[in-house]
């Protein structure tokens, strides 16, 4: 029994003692639980592609009523320890957040505070008892979108713009240029980074560049990359997040990332009193919904019959087993 329900009989049997009425034994019988405080700490903005997927998430779980739920944005690097720190102190017992650039210093905290559980973007390993991790494994759609440029483009060039070339991007780029070369083997492509998780002027100016190149198809991995685009009259494909209704005539699609399967379970296992150190990244494929290729939308229409039904094919097969995607972290080179 737990400390909980324990707590709730002794209170029901006093009650019970008093002479109360049964509506009353009823009443505190059914006394709600309370909300697990979670907080979350983010480096970015919360309207930056891969952020935004986590926050969603976790409001979602604060509006069934199941958290009471905190956040910090635009965290520097320097004071991510303070502040993982500061919500471990505050009673908050699911800390989430991103440690690419903070790996040392968060572990430090999770080792420091381990009856508080951490769930954080990384490329590294879970750390035992309390420190599990979690990435965008969406190469699965990646792929896919890779398959609908490979197809759309008429010069066979394609840009790519990044953020860092960090495993959690390159497995991606990797994954879209799979799908373009299967639909496509003459299309090339030109690789920039941005060296910023979220500079959209630097972004569009990179793509830009590609497009004064040639690039007919842009992926766009950061937030200014389909601007370029829509300014120049090229194709886009989204990363993360369906982008098409800011861009109609421009973003073809998206690889989507669902972050709720992740952030459900590590709830579930907390409330259970069953979570550990493991390694999340599973929940982020497609098999899980964690990851999908998103609605065509306004090119439904505008796409060849013959390329949706291999994209459609492809899907299924990924779906059932019968075909994965390669996880390749290295980092991506321009060119075939």
């Known amino acids: 029994m737990t400390s909980r329900r324990f707590a709730v009989s002794v209170a029901v049997a006093a009650l019970a003692a008093l002479g109360l009425s049964s509506t009353a ?7 709600p639980a309370a909300k697990l405080k979670v907080a979350a700490i983010y480096t970015v903005p919360f309207e930056q592609q891969w952020v935004s997927r986590i926050h969603k998430a976790l409001k979602a779980a604060e509006a069934r009523g199941e958290i009471e739920y905190k ?6 690097n320097a004071d991510y320890e303070r502040v993982m720190r500061e919500y471990a102190q505050g009673g908050n017992s699911f800390i ?21 559980n951490f769930l954080m973007g990384s490329s ?5 008892p309390n420190f599990s991790v979690f990435d965008n494994y ?15 483009t008429k010069s066979n060039k394609i840009g790519m713009v990044g953020g860092y070339p960090i495993p959690e991007v390159n497995r991606l780029m990797h994954g ?12 090339t492509f030109q690789v920039t980074f941005i060296n910023s998780w979220f500079d959209p002027p630097k972004a569009k100016e990179a793509a830009f560049a590609q497009i004064a190149a040639g690039a007919d198809v842009m992926y766009a991995e950061r937030f200014g990359v389909s601007d370029a685009a829509k300014e120049k009259n090229v194709l886009a494909i989204g990363n993360v997040i369906n982008t098409q209704a800011d861009y109609p005539n421009t973003v073809i699609a998206s690889a989507l990332w669902n972050m709720e399967p992740t952030i459900d379970r590590a709830l579930k296992l907390i409330k259970e009193g069953k979570f550990k150190a493991e390694d999340y990244g599973q929940y982020s494929m497609m098999k899980y919904k964690g990851s ?37 972290d290295t980092q991506p080179k321009s060119g075939k």
């Open 176 to 187: 879209f240029m799979a799908g373009a070369r299967e639909v496509n083997p003459k299309v």
């Open 138 to 152: 969406i190469q699965e759609p990646a792929y896919l979108s890779g398959m609908l440029a490979g197809g759309m």
């Open 292 to 328: 999908e290729l998103s609605p065509l939308g306004t090119f439904e229409a505008r796409l060849p019959k013959d390329l949706v039904a291999k994209v459609r094919a492809k899907e299924k097969a990924i779906l059932d087993g019968k075909f994965t995607v390669k996880v390749d």
């Open 124 to 128: 590294g390993k879970p750390q035992a």
């Open 96 to 116: 989430v957040g991103e440690s690419f650039a903070v790996e040392a210093a968060a572990r430090k905290v999770a080792k420091d505070f381990p009856k508080v």
């Open 71 to 76: 956040a910090s944005e635009k965290v520097a």
């Open 25 to 31: 034994l009823a009443q505190a019988s059914a006394a």
